[in-house]
């Protein structure tokens, strides 16, 4: 997982507990409107029990509510960690089972009748929190909890004589308790649709991006798309120094020989050409820095230690393939090995991956020296000896001079 990745998951985890931060505030807040609201329409019973009963649901909601402000007040901060969702998920199950405890305590009923008390009716809602963090291990846990703890509270016994007992059960099942669970089905069904608008929301983006990545590559190589597909374009903007080999690639005498061509046979000319080098430098793992014209630059990373080795094939590949496609096409093949920065330059307008250093200028002037040699290819002597390459069909050329350098070069060709 790339450190983008990781950032990407890290604040979706925070978002959803802002938002889950708020729906405790939400629902504690609901729930307490609507508990006010049906005792004033209907009445309380005088009742040591109802008055418990009402004193337990009071300090949940009350609980709930401060859980959704310590944890909004700790996102707002900055202060959030990826353990806190872990903490936050298993105290929302806690709640739900400490309160439906307590009501049977209360009332003194086995649990049996646990289904009759509306906090477990909250059931439903704390799973649907729990789908908003898009975490299924997260949301495992919490089920086994729920459900282990619904079947700890289902064995137990009558804490009161059985007749006692279900005479206060009467309560539970009248308008109040049952307009609480109205609102509770409503309030879990409130979450799940947030949670697929949310879900929405990360499949859009998730889209946008890929789509976005899409276009990029068809800036860079192709064969950049999986390297594009583990790290940011961020890091790969920031390049690095490295060892690389450099080809260039030229048609010979193309001016002349495209001079009485009409444009759809040059353009003919030049996919077959692209075709051939594409196919050989993909085949050698080089990437494709550019065509310019007639042209082409080829770069050949060094991670195996045998790039030099594979620019040569390249070089040789390349002369046969063309020649193969078209024998009355010849080319003029330069290469150079050494260090230069490798990386993606440019803005958000346009990006492209490129090579840059004087070794880039070498190879550029071994190609165009080919003219003048009467070799296809010329390798600069780097090329040749970290490549270990057999002599024979080579001839030398020491102490070569190139336009523009001071230095001269040492190289083979053929």
Same mark, same amino acid.
């Given at each position: 997982?790339?450190?983008?990745?990781?950032? $990407?998951?890290?604040?979706?985890?925070?978002? %959803?507990?802002? !938002? $889950?931060?708020?729906? /405790?505030?939400?629902?504690?807040?609901?729930?307490?409107?609507?508990? =006010?609201?049906?005792?004033?329409?209907?009445?309380?019973?005088?009742?040591?029990?109802?008055?418990?009963?009402?004193?337990?649901? !009071?300090?949940?909601?009350?609980?709930?509510?401060?859980?959704?402000?310590?944890?909004?007040?700790?996102?707002?901060?900055?202060?959030?960690? /990826?353990?806190?969702?872990?903490?936050? @998920?298993?105290?929302?199950?806690?709640?739900?089972?400490?309160?439906?405890?307590?009501?049977?305590?209360?009332?003194?009923?086995?649990?049996?009748? +646990?289904?009759?008390?509306?906090? *477990?009716?909250? *059931?439903?809602?704390?799973?649907?929190?729990?789908?908003?963090?898009?975490?299924? %291990? &997260? &949301?495992?846990?919490?089920?086994?909890?729920? =459900?282990?703890?619904?079947?700890?509270?289902?064995?137990?016994?009558?804490?009161?004589?059985?007749?006692?007992?279900?005479?206060?059960?009467?309560?539970?099942?009248?308008?109040?308790?049952?307009?609480? /669970?109205?609102?509770? +089905?409503?309030?879990?069904?409130?979450?799940?649709?947030?949670?697929?608008?949310?879900?929405?929301?990360?499949?859009?983006?998730?889209?946008?991006?890929?789509?976005?990545?899409?276009?990029?590559?068809?800036?860079?190589?192709?064969?950049?798309? @999986?390297?594009?597909?583990?790290?940011? =374009?961020?890091?790969?903007?920031?390049?690095?120094?490295?060892?690389?080999?450099?080809?260039?690639?030229?048609?010979?005498?193309?001016?002349?020989?495209?001079?009485?061509?009409?444009?759809?046979?040059?353009?003919?000319?030049?996919?077959?050409?692209?075709?051939? +080098?594409?196919?050989?430098?993909?085949?050698?793992?080089?990437?494709?820095?550019?065509? +310019?014209?007639?042209?082409?630059? $080829? @770069?050949?990373?060094?991670?195996?230690?045998?790039?030099?080795?594979?620019?040569?094939?390249? %070089?040789?590949?390349?002369?046969?393939? =063309?020649?193969?496609?078209?024998?009355?096409?010849?080319?003029?093949?330069?290469?150079?090995?050494?260090?230069?920065?490798?990386?993606?330059?440019?803005?958000?307008?346009?990006?492209?991956?490129?090579?840059?250093?004087?070794?880039?200028?070498?190879?550029?002037? &071994?190609?165009?020296?080919?003219?003048? /040699?009467?070799?296809? *290819?010329? !390798?600069?002597?780097?090329?040749?000896?970290?490549?270990?390459?057999?002599?024979?069909?080579?001839?030398?050329?020491?102490?070569?001079?190139?336009?523009?350098?001071?230095?001269?070069?040492?190289?083979?060709?053929?």
């Amino acid at each position: 997982m790339t450190p983008e990745t990781r950032r $990407i998951l890290f604040d979706a985890e925070a978002q %959803a507990e802002w !938002v $889950i931060g708020l729906l /405790r505030l939400v629902i504690s807040t609901s729930l307490f409107v609507v508990l =006010v609201v049906t005792v004033a329409i209907y009445g309380r019973p005088t009742s040591e029990v109802v008055d418990r009963q009402l004193a337990y649901a !009071v300090l949940t909601m009350g609980s709930y509510l401060a859980l959704g402000v310590v944890f909004v007040v700790v996102i707002r901060l900055g202060r959030f960690r /990826r353990w806190m969702v872990w903490v936050s @998920a298993l105290i929302d199950c806690v709640f739900v089972l400490l309160g439906t405890w307590l009501s049977l305590s209360n009332v003194g009923l086995s649990g049996q009748y +646990i289904s009759a008390f509306p906090t *477990i009716w909250l *059931i439903p809602v704390v799973l649907a929190c729990g789908a908003l963090r898009f975490n299924p %291990a &997260l &949301l495992t846990v919490m089920a086994v909890v729920l =459900v282990g703890g619904y079947w700890m509270v289902l064995n137990i016994p009558f804490l009161l004589p059985e007749d006692v007992a279900l005479a206060q059960l009467d309560f539970f099942f009248g308008w109040p308790p049952n307009l609480v /669970r109205m609102v509770m +089905i409503t309030l879990a069904a409130g979450v799940l649709v947030l949670a697929s608008l949310r879900l929405r929301t990360l499949l859009h983006r998730s889209i946008e991006e890929a789509q976005a990545r899409g276009r990029l590559t068809r800036f860079l190589p192709e064969q950049l798309e @999986a390297r594009l597909a583990q790290t940011d =374009v961020a890091e790969m903007r920031g390049g690095a120094v490295a060892p690389v080999a450099v080809a260039f690639v030229d048609i010979r005498g193309f001016t002349k020989m495209t001079a009485d061509m009409d444009p759809e046979e040059v353009s003919h000319l030049l996919t077959g050409f692209r075709s051939c +080098i594409l196919r050989v430098a993909e085949a050698q793992g080089g990437l494709v820095d550019k065509f +310019i014209g007639d042209g082409a630059m $080829i @770069a050949f990373e060094d991670a195996d230690g045998q790039a030099a080795a594979r620019a040569l094939r390249f %070089a040789t590949g390349a002369a046969e393939a =063309v020649r193969h496609w078209r024998s009355d096409v010849s080319l003029g093949i330069g290469a150079h090995y050494g260090a230069a920065f490798t990386g993606i330059v440019g803005d958000a307008g346009r990006l492209e991956f490129t090579v840059l250093g004087d070794m880039v200028n070498v190879a550029a002037r &071994l190609e165009a020296a080919t003219k003048g /040699r009467d070799v296809t *290819i010329l !390798v600069s002597d780097d090329v040749f000896s970290s490549a270990g390459a057999d002599q024979t069909g080579w001839t030398a050329f020491d102490a070569l001079t190139l336009p523009g350098r001071a230095q001269t070069v040492d190289a083979w060709g053929r």
